[in-house]
C-alpha cells in the first residue's frame, strides 16, 4: 500500500522554511519520513507526513488494535501513579481532564483518591473501555473539536499526546480556555533533545555490538519533537505562566528494549537513564534537560481573562 505524503507547516509560527535533518521512522505507525527543523522558530516536525485521515487511520491500527492488556494493567500504571503524585504536589483535589485518556488507566487511578474526572479520546474501541470497565465520562474525539465549558477544570493533563497531534498549537490554545485561572496543565512528551542524539549516536552501537542489527533503532520519532525551548516557548505564546520543564519518570515497558534486552534489564536500563538525566540535571542546576522523556507543569494566571 502505498502512502500519499504532504508537507506541512510548523504548527507553532506557521512558517513553512526549514532545514532537512535526516530520515526517521515515526512512531508508532512505523513509516519513514523527513525530520525537519522550522527556520524560524526551531522547532522540529515531521514533514513531509500522511494526511490528518490517513494518519489517523494508521496510529488506531498501530496502538490500538496491538495495545497488550498486560503492559496497560501492570508497568504503565506505575508510572501514571508517579505521575499522579507529582500532580498531587501542585493541586490535592478538583476537577480533572484527561487529553488523550486512552483505555482511561489514568483517569481510574485519580477518580480512586476522589478527584471528578473527565476524559477525551479520539478512538471509539479505547473510550469504549474507558466507559465500560470503569464507569468514566468519556468525550469521543479530540481538543479541536469536543465542546467543554470555559474555565472549569483544577488540572488538565495531556501524557504523551501533544507531540502525536496534527497541529499541536491550536490544542493548546484550547486546552488553556478550559482550565480555571490558577489551574495547571501537565504534559509528558518525547524530549527531541535525547532521541536525536541517539539516532546519530546509533550507527556507533552497531559497529561496536553487531548483534544491534537485527533489533530497530530504540528511538521515538513523534509528528512533532519538542525540545524544553520549543514547548516552553509555545506555552508561554499561548498564556501560560511559570513553565517548569523536568525529566519524566520513564515507562518501564517499552517494546524497542524489551524485545533485546528482556522485561528485567529494559526496565533496569530505563531507571539507569532516568538516574543519568537527573544527575544531569542536578548537576547543571536545572539548565539540562537530557532525558528520554520531558515533564511539563504549567500554570493558568490567576487573572487570566480568557
Ligand atoms: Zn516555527
Redesign the pocket.
Known sequence: MTIDLVPVP?S????SQVRTLDFVRLSPIGITSTLVR?R????VYVSPRPTREAEQALYAKAYYETADQEVWDGPRLELFRRLLAAMERRQPHGELLDVGCGKGHFLKIAGDRGWGVTGIEPSHAAGNHARQAFGLRVLEGEAATVELPPNYFNVIVAWNVIDQLYDPAPALERIYTWLRPGGWLGLRLSNVEFHWRLHRFWPIVRRLWPKAVQYREPTVFHLTMFSPATIIALLRRVGWQRVMVRNSPLDPYVEDLVQPLGRTRAARLQRGLYGAAQCAWACSLGRWVVGPSLLIWARKPKDAKR
Open positions: 510548523c507553532a509560527c506557521q512558517s522550522c524560524s522558530c526551531g522547532l
